[in-house]
């Protein structure tokens, strides 16, 4: 965030001025009112970061079952863990109870690499639960050798780690933040880093993990770029960021990012893609039925008084261009979650999208 904490001692008027920008910043983040903003920056000596954090593990202590959550889950670490393995003896893996999970794909399919990028919409705690266990269905439906997901909280991250005990759990920062799911048996991890992005306000930045897929090297790359219109600018300096971070990868590595990028078409004709990198969606023909991952008229979600339907979530590919290496192409493009749970909403209030490269 931009000022996180009072370690200088600003005059009266500057120190008001000060605090009610950390609660308008705090009450945008959590998607509550300046109130409780104040109330819990105040309880948290007017710290960002520490104050979401008690927030957020405060609304979810309520709303996930006990069995679903560690014992010390109510208390914020200083550092998160950004990559840990949930021990298979401690974990239900949601997968084994599904005849999906015995269908064997095909030769075809196995040579494939599938991913699913999703904004799940943490910071909607209503019927949470149900949501999460709608996420963990499509797992079990699609099977994705990766899965990028944005608007993550803690208690959201450890159900998955109880059910999802296939995949290996990459996390982001503290508060909300994106995360990776990384399937155990078709992608060998290396390592991974937090990159940030110097000038948000919202405390986005980008998750990148080195990985191996059938001996080709991947870099794997998530983010949720600045929201709403007013910081076109912000976005537009994180998507310059992420292409020249793709534009630059070793030209032996394949190149995948995916994410809630907030984007509007003419914000990404101003910074423009580099001529290696391409939008999958494009590269895919432009399919109308893939077009909105954003759309309040056929998601009900959330309540909001205008219809709006945007391309917000994105699939970007820089494939390897070194002779000798697999040159992994964009084939199949579709979007998840557009059935209701019988809860009677979506899994979250942006769609999936689903998709699958094959070597060329």
């Not at 920008?21 to 409780?36: K, Q």
């Not at 920056?41 to 008690?54: F, K, P, Q």
């Not at 840990?84 to 974990?91: I, K, L, M, S, V």
């Amino acid at each position: 965030m931009a000022c996180t904490s009072e370690s200088e001692t600003p005059s009266v008027s500057n120190l008001e001025e000060k605090r009610s920008r950390l609660c308008d910043e705090f009450a945008a983040v959590a998607g509550t009112d300046s109130a409780v903003a104040q109330c819990y920056l105040a309880e948290n000596d007017w710290e960002m970061e520490r104050a979401l954090n008690s927030f957020f593990e405060a609304d979810m202590e309520r709303v996930f079952d006990v069995e679903d959550l560690p014992e010390n889950a109510t208390t914020p670490k200083a550092k998160r863990q950004k990559v840990e393995e949930t021990t298979p003896g401690d974990c239900i893996d949601l997968t084994a109870d599904s005849p999906a999970a015995t269908r064997k794909p095909s030769e075809d399919d196995d040579g494939k690499l599938s991913m699913i990028t999703w904004n799940v919409d943490g910071l909607d705690t209503d019927n949470i639960v149900e949501r999460a266990r709608g996420l963990c269905s499509y797992l079990v439906l699609y099977t994705p050798d990766v899965v990028f997901l944005q608007e993550l909280i803690p208690p959201y991250v450890q159900y998955l780690k109880k059910r999802a005990v296939s995949y290996l759990m990459i996390e982001g920062t503290e508060a909300y933040f994106t995360g990776m799911l990384l399937k155990k048996s078709r992608i060998t991890f290396v390592e991974s880093e937090i990159v940030a992005f110097p000038t948000t306000q919202m405390m986005r930045n980008l998750l990148v993990a080195q990985v191996i897929f059938k001996g080709q090297k991947l870099c794997l790359m998530t983010s949720h770029f600045e929201s709403c219109k007013a910081h076109t600018a912000e976005r537009m300096k994180q998507l310059r960021m992420v292409m020249q971070r793709m534009k630059e990868a070793p030209d032996d590595v394949t190149v995948v990012f995916g994410g809630d990028t907030n984007l509007r078409d003419t914000e990404v004709a101003k910074v423009g893609l580099p001529a290696t990198v391409c939008d999958v969606w494009e590269r895919l023909g432009k399919q109308e039925h893939c077009r909105y991952t954003w759309d309040t008229k056929a998601n009900s979600n959330k309540t909001v008084p205008f219809v709006s339907r945007c391309r917000f979530d994105r699939i970007y590919h820089r494939p390897a261009i070194k002779d000798g290496v697999l040159h992994l192409a964009p084939d199949h493009m579709a979007l998840v979650g557009l059935e209701k749970l019988d809860c009677g909403r979506y899994t979250s209030d942006h769609w999936g999208i689903y998709c699958t490269f094959s070597v060329e």
